[in-house]
Antibody, heavy 116, light 108 residues
């Protein structure tokens, strides 16, 4: 079973920055080979894909949803089984619970609140 | 931008078959995956690659896909199956993923 734990959420002012982290591990799970995603859910709303980063063997490239492209950056540290989401120029509409997932295992999410 | 379309709600009586549809232009070429989410909880994968069931998911959950529509089927729905269901797939590039808007399943 894969354990996924997100951290780094909190309250930030509009225009501010925040970095989220996600630690993923488990028996039979090789982080290095995993394509990892960030997904968010605004209060009372549906799931929204934020972006993904491919494994290094598949190029290690990151791809983003239109609402966050050019503001958010996904990166990974395979030696520490950790995924990151760097968020800048935050807007009130970025307020959401942010989940990290490899597709079938999810963390409980970390809440990001953008408010003045 | 690519979109997946789901009905906002589906309601069935206990023991009936619930069908939740998901339409998207790339579905003839791309797999659909389905998640169940209960209030306050993280999503759970119930069907992947159109019709495969992860271990631990009851056999009453199945999936199909034909043309531009994928369908999640819950045979003999139970009250415990109530929740929000989301389809998930990618556009033709394979790099941009989207969720459907979600379908609230009520079993009563």
């Amino acid at each position: 079973e894969v354990q996924v734990v997100e951290s780094g959420g909190g309250l930030v002012k509009p225009g501010g920055s925040l970095r989220l982290s996600c630690a993923a591990s488990g028996s039979g799970f090789t982080f290095t080979n995993a394509w990892m995603n960030w997904v968010r859910q605004a209060p009372g709303k549906g799931l929204e894909w934020v972006g993904l980063i491919k494994s290094k063997t598949n190029g290690g490239t990151a791809h983003y949803a239109a609402p966050v492209k050019d503001r958010f950056t996904i990166s990974r540290n395979d030696s520490k089984n950790t995924l990151f989401l760097q968020m800048k120029s935050l807007k009130m509409e970025d307020t959401a619970v942010y989940f990290c997932t490899n597709g079938d295992s999810w963390g409980q999410g970390t809440l990001v609140t953008v408010s003045s | 931008s690519y979109e997946l379309t789901q009905p906002p709600s589906v309601s069935v009586s206990p023991g009936q078959t619930a069908k939740i549809t998901c339409s998207g232009d790339a579905l003839p070429r791309k797999y659909a995956h389905w998640y169940q989410q209960k209030s306050g909880q993280a999503p759970v994968l119930v069907i992947y690659e159109d019709n495969k069931r992860p271990s631990g998911i009851p056999e009453r959950f199945s999936g199909s896909s034909s043309g531009t529509m994928a369908t999640l089927i819950i045979s003999g729905a139970q009250v415990a199956d109530e929740g929000d269901y989301y389809c998930y797939s990618t556009d033709n590039s394979g790099d941009i993923w989207v969720f459907g808007g979600g379908t609230k399943l009520t079993v009563l």
